[in-house]
């Protein structure tokens, strides 16, 4: 109850502070949205039942009607991560993801940085094709075992955890602000970044940050002896292999779907009905390898959340709250592209830290979409960096959900995340802007 208060409290105090600047339904709807997020932080109710609350409370307050508020809650990339979610369920049934990251941890020298590296970079090559919310509980085990060294054992979980923000952005499925992005791009009528070409976008990015974030992380542990304990020798099972095929299936459906403008216009499929296509083939008897029962680890409260994060996108739209607040920003327009990148991507990355990036990317989106529009910006480039920021913010627990989990292992203090985090959220902004300005601007 106490958690509860707390909410309504600073819900109150958003009210009063927003009647100063805007009218009165959007303050009410900037404090409903402050009591969502407050509750989404404080945990004062499941995150399940808060991501539910605006279905109850925005028709009751005069923000959207009940038809407009439900829809959002049957967004197509609702069920694009449905599919996605299936296909890991399986994955960690078989333990496939175990094999994958035995044998990515060959790859690299049994030394502190070899280690660093290796982790980083099998972290972020799951949660490209899995959340990174899964990915990072699946591989932070896997580092607590490795080494009984404190430091050396935060570093490790450290890796795991950004490598898993930093692969989040490869594919379009990584990560929630990703499939919000699209899910947002569908209601504006925006072109939507087919897959393939979203990982040609975001692949230098992602290699850049895996070069520099690992290799910082691996200074001054020189002196350490690695007791690796770790099997490597696993065999490939009979399942196991049959998945391998299934999802080099996809992934070859996937690259025969996308279009690459103006040489390939691909089958037509809907990207959407692929994934979820194929996570249903998961129950195929002997083809899949997951039950119904299966299907209940399914993490119904993050497609919830998903649909709350595109219900508040669609207020702060239909209400012309996005406006109003991009007024407020206008004075930005007459700077430079370059500063306005770095201040949009600065903005994003640094208000990440306080609160859900889910949540934060569904309030930022349609403001930058206002943005765009009055500056004759290219909306999916701004859309595209808004949305790289909220998943590249790296210095507090409460972020990123791999920051989270990494939190959440022990082997990590908020000190030591917030000092490392503050220099790679630094070297985040300038990697997106300078990648956005000399590559994403000619190619989206």
């Known amino acids: 109850m106490k958690n509860i208060f707390i909410s309504l409290v600073i819900s109150a105090g958003f009210f009063f502070l927003a009647s100063m600047f805007f009218n009165t339904q959007h303050s009410i709807l900037i404090a409903l949205i402050a009591l969502l997020v407050v509750m989404w932080t404080n945990e004062a109710l499941p995150i399940g039942v808060v991501s539910l609350l605006p279905i109850v409370l925005f028709p009751a307050f005069g923000i959207l009607d009940i038809k407009t508020t439900t ?24 333990n496939l993801h175990k094999y994958i990251s035995n044998k990515l941890l060959m790859i690299f020298p049994s030394t502190p940085r070899g280690m660093i590296f290796s982790l980083a970079i099998t972290a972020a090559l799951l949660s490209s094709i899995l959340s990174n919310s899964t990915s990072a509980l699946l591989l932070i ?34 990560t929630p602000p990703n499939l919000i992005l699209m899910g947002f791009m569908e209601q504006h009528s925006i072109e939507p970044i087919a897959f393939i070409q979203w990982i040609l976008l975001t692949g230098p990015l992602a290699i850049v940050m ?85 299907a209940k680890n399914i993490p119904y409260e993050i497609i919830f959340l998903f649909g709350a994060g595109f219900t508040i996108a669609k207020a702060f739209s239909n209400t012309g709250l996005a406006n109003e607040v991009a007024n407020y920003m206008l004075s930005l327009t007459d700077l430079p592209v370059v500063v306005l990148i770095l201040m949009v991507a600065a903005i994003i990355t640094f208000t990440t830290e306080i609160t859900s990036n889910t949540a934060l990317i569904s309030i930022a989106l349609p403001i930058i979409y206002s943005l765009g529009e009055a500056t004759h910006m290219d909306m999916t480039l701004l859309l595209m960096i808004a949305t790289i920021c909220a998943s590249y913010a790296f210095m507090l627990p409460i972020a990123t959900p791999p920051n989270a989990i990494a939190m959440s292992s022990g082997a990590i203090k908020v000190k030591q995340m917030a000092k490392f985090g503050v220099v790679f959220n630094i070297i985040g902004i300038i990697a997106i802007t300078a990648i956005a300005l000399v590559y994403w601007q000619y190619f989206i």
């Open 71 to 94: 829809a959002n809650y049957s967004n197509t990339t609702i069920f694009l991560f449905m599919g996605g979610f299936m296909i890991a369920i399986a994955t960690q049934k078989i």
């Open 141 to 174: 085990p896997i580092a607590i075992f490795l080494t009984d060294n404190i430091k050396f054992k935060a570093r490790l979980a450290l890796a795991i955890a950004y490598g898993c923000s930093i692969g989040g952005i490869i594919t379009p499925i990584g």
């Open 210 to 294: 895996l070069i520099l974030i690992p290799w910082v992380l691996s200074l001054g542990l020189s002196d350490i002896k690695l007791d690796n304990k770790l099997d490597l020798k696993e065999k490939l099972l009979p399942d196991q292999k049959r998945l391998v095929y299934i999802l080099l299936g996809l992934i070859t459906l996937l690259l025969v779907n996308s279009k690459i403008e103006p040489y390939y216009s691909g089958l037509g499929l809907n990207e959407t009905a692929i994934l979820l296509g194929f996570g249903l083939l998961m129950f195929v008897p002997k083809i899949g390898f997951i039950t119904w029962e299966d």
